[in-house]
């Protein structure tokens, strides 16, 4: 029986998190909170089935009821 994946959130405004993403696509679920869409970043949470949202990375609510609708680990 094989381990469910993990499933990350990603919060911030690119660089860093674009990296992140790309290493966790192959063996989680990401999904993120970002500033602004970041094509790497939109590619890798399509890809894993995971969530997107652009919003205040800044509102540590809108980053809680985003991890919370949609499962974040």
Do not use: Q, Y
């Not at 939109?42 to 009821?65: E, H, I, K, M, Y």
């Amino acid at each position: 029986m094989s381990k469910p994946k993990d499933h990350f959130l990603l919060v911030g405004a690119g660089g860093r998190e674009a990296a992140f993403a790309w290493k966790l696509v192959n063996d989680s679920t990401v999904s993120a909170f970002v500033t602004h869409k970041n094509p790497t970043i939109l590619d890798c949470v399509n890809r894993s089935g995971g969530a997107f949202r652009v919003g205040d990375v800044c509102d540590p609510g809108a980053v809680t009821r985003f991890a919370l609708e949609n499962n974040v680990d």
